[in-house]
């Protein structure tokens, strides 16, 4: 059982920065993709970003390329998303999501509750 909790959300202006976190209990995450999916009210949770716990591949959404950074803390099994030069348009809950993949297949998928991020004009 995996347990996921974000932190790090608020309120800042356009141009603005944030950096969330994701602290993960519970399990062993060698085979573990994480990411960030994000929701604005009335939209489908989108993916932001991700990262596979054990090496350095990252994988960023468009919208977010160039300003926001995916990171991990292996010894604290933690993740990072290091937002810069925040936008209006990136206003919404910020999820963080476990992937369990086995034999290329998802075989385990874990979210945290959510945290709120609003960026003002």
């Known amino acids: 059982q995996v347990q996921l909790v974000e932190s790090g959300g608020g309120l800042v202006q356009a141009g603005g920065s944030l950096r969330l976190s994701c602290a993960a209990s519970?399990?062993?995450?060698?085979?573990?993709?994480m990411s960030w999916y994000r929701q604005a009210p009335g939209k489908e949770r989108d993916f932001v970003a991700g990262?596979?716990?054990?090496?350095?591949?990252?994988y960023y959404a468009d919208s977010v390329k160039g300003r926001f950074t995916i990171s991990r803390d292996i010894a604290q099994k933690t993740m990072h998303l290091q937002m810069n030069l925040l936008k209006p348009e990136d206003t919404a809950v910020y999820y963080c999501?476990?992937?369990?993949?086995?034999?290329?297949?998802?075989?385990?998928?874990?979210w945290g509750q959510g945290t709120q991020v609003t960026v003002s004009s």
């Open positions: 990262i596979r716990w054990n090496d350095s591949t990252t």
């Open positions: 999501n476990a992937d369990h993949m086995v034999g290329g297949l998802l075989t385990g998928a874990y």
């Open positions: 519970g399990g062993t995450f060698s085979s573990y993709a």
